[in-house]
């Protein structure tokens, strides 16, 4: 696949948008929507945004390396330690943070410590959400980063026509599976929602596997920037009207959708003509690219992986005191943005510069947009 240079743009406004997403994450965990109205329980309620992470990991780092992969310049090793030096830092500053919550909740259980401490954790449903609850999708992303450089050889002669056959069939195999689920019931539920704790929907709403064509979109996505060029501004335009008003009516219609649905790979499509009419220029672009934005969204990995222990703190601390309002909500999400900042800034950026330069022998600057 020829890359044109059309497509060699600043991603940076990507990035923003993972700031906005993890905060929907946190806001998901903190507020009860099944206690508000239908459109704002879909809205808020409905999963969604951890898809959006599957998507843009999958075109962001397909643009980044797969040039190089396709000129056989990329080892596998060394690719596979720059993602370790990225994940890791946070991810256990996450489990660190979360350790007082894990001692309070659990009894100990070494095996699933193991599995956790080693990202293996979304691949056995009893443990996946096991210390810090959001960590399972990081263990996914690791699993999605070692699929990476096989993904890209296989994809790196692709036409245009067969990115598009592709991306389809990886989205009919995420909705076959819930559909299948459905279909099956193999917990013989008699309601399937958020609160129910089974074997197979944890598999369905946890497992690699499942999402990884979601991730494979993006990687598909991803090709058809760089040979194309991406969106005339025009189109961009209207690609990012389009996907963002069908996203937001389904979001909204979310929970009148099969919950099994809603947290596979139903949004990866309308989710990578949304990162690509960004990518191309599109109008939000502006909006989305001053530097304090997209250094929310670099402090993302960090908001996501730490917000749950500092809302169980803020739990234990306000329990018996007080109910907290929608102003104390916004104070406590704004706490917890704010130190995820700073983490980001004096921990997590500082320690991944640090593995970088020692595995590389660089400095390892941070990249303007994340991946």
Same mark, same amino acid.
Not at 220 to 243: K, N, P, V
Not at 300 to 312: C, G, K, R, T
């Given at each position: 696949?020829?890359?044109?240079?059309?497509?060699?743009?600043?991603?940076?406004?990507?990035?923003?948008?993972?700031?906005?997403?993890?905060?929907?994450?946190?806001?998901?965990?903190?507020?009860?929507?099944?206690?508000?109205?239908?459109?704002?329980?879909?809205?808020?309620?409905?999963?969604? @945004?951890?898809?959006? !992470?599957?998507?843009?990991?999958?075109?962001?780092?397909?643009?980044?390396?797969?040039?190089?992969?396709?000129?056989?310049?990329?080892?596998?090793?060394?690719?596979?330690?720059?993602?370790?030096?990225?994940?890791?830092?946070?991810?256990?500053?996450?489990?660190?943070?979360?350790?007082?919550?894990?001692?309070?909740?659990?009894?100990?259980?070494?095996?699933?410590? !193991?599995?956790?401490?080693?990202?293996?954790?979304?691949?056995? =449903?009893?443990?996946?959400?096991?210390?810090?609850?959001?960590?399972?999708?990081?263990?996914?992303?690791?699993?999605?980063?070692?699929?990476?450089?096989?993904?890209?050889?296989?994809?790196?002669?692709?036409?245009?026509?067969?990115?598009?056959?592709?991306?389809?069939?990886?989205?009919?195999?995420?909705?076959?599976?819930?559909?299948?689920?459905?279909?099956?019931?193999?917990?013989?539920?008699?309601?399937?929602?958020?609160?129910?704790?089974?074997?197979?929907?944890?598999?369905?709403?946890?497992?690699?596997?499942?999402?990884? =064509?979601?991730?494979?979109?993006?990687?598909?996505?991803?090709?058809?920037?760089?040979?194309?060029?991406?969106?005339?501004?025009?189109?961009?335009?209207?690609?990012?009207? !389009?996907?963002?008003?069908?996203?937001?009516?389904?979001?909204?219609?979310?929970?009148?959708? =099969?919950?099994?649905?809603?947290?596979?790979?139903?949004?990866?499509?309308?989710?990578?003509?949304?990162?690509?009419?960004?990518?191309?220029?599109?109008?939000?672009?502006?909006?989305?690219?001053?530097?304090?934005?997209?250094?929310?969204?670099?402090?993302?990995?960090?908001?996501?992986?730490?917000?749950? =222990?500092?809302?169980?703190?803020?739990?234990?601390?306000?329990?018996?005191?007080?109910?907290?309002?929608?102003?104390?909500?916004?104070?406590?999400?704004?706490?917890?943005?704010?130190?995820?900042?700073?983490?980001?800034?004096?921990?997590?950026?500082?320690?991944?510069?640090?593995?970088?330069?020692?595995?590389?022998? @660089?400095?390892?600057?941070?990249?303007?947009?994340?991946?």
């Amino acid at each position: 696949m020829t890359v044109l240079p059309a497509a060699a743009k600043n991603l940076s406004a990507l990035t923003s948008i993972r700031f906005l997403a993890a905060l929907r994450v946190a806001m998901y965990h903190l507020v009860n929507w099944d206690h508000y109205t239908f459109w704002w329980r879909g809205l808020m309620g409905t999963p969604a @945004s951890v898809s959006y !992470f599957f998507v843009s990991s999958g075109f962001l780092l397909t643009y980044t390396y797969s040039a190089r992969f396709d000129r056989d310049e990329m080892q596998y090793g060394k690719f596979w330690l720059g993602r370790c030096a990225r994940l890791l830092p946070v991810y256990f500053l996450g489990l660190l943070v979360a350790l007082p919550v894990l001692l309070h909740s659990h009894t100990a259980a070494p095996g699933k410590m !193991f599995l956790t401490v080693f990202l293996l954790q979304a691949w056995f =449903p009893r443990s996946a959400l096991y210390w810090n609850t959001p960590a399972w999708a990081l263990s996914n992303l690791a699993f999605c980063y070692l699929s990476l450089p096989f993904l890209l050889r296989a994809t790196r002669r692709f036409s245009k026509t067969a990115c598009l056959i592709f991306a389809a069939a990886a989205w009919l195999t995420s909705l076959t599976l819930s559909l299948s689920y459905l279909h099956l019931n193999p917990d013989n539920l008699t309601h399937i929602d958020s609160n129910n704790e089974a074997f197979w929907l944890y598999v369905l709403k946890y497992n690699p596997f499942v999402h990884l =064509p979601e991730f494979f979109i993006g990687v598909l996505a991803a090709r058809l920037f760089t040979t194309t060029g991406g969106f005339t501004r025009a189109y961009a335009d209207y690609a990012f009207a !389009f996907s963002t008003a069908i996203i937001v009516m389904i979001l909204l219609l979310g929970y009148s959708i =099969p919950y099994p649905v809603t947290h596979t790979g139903l949004l990866a499509p309308l989710l990578a003509i949304l990162i690509a009419s960004i990518a191309s220029g599109a109008f939000i672009d502006k909006i989305l690219k001053p530097k304090w934005f997209v250094l929310l969204g670099q402090s993302s990995f960090a908001l996501y992986m730490l917000h749950w =222990p500092l809302l169980v703190f803020a739990t234990w601390y306000f329990a018996n005191r007080t109910e907290l309002g929608p102003i104390g909500r916004l104070l406590v999400v704004a706490v917890i943005v704010v130190l995820s900042l700073a983490l980001y800034k004096w921990v997590e950026a500082p320690l991944t510069a640090k593995l970088r330069k020692s595995l590389f022998k @660089s400095a390892g600057a941070t990249p303007k947009y994340s991946e």
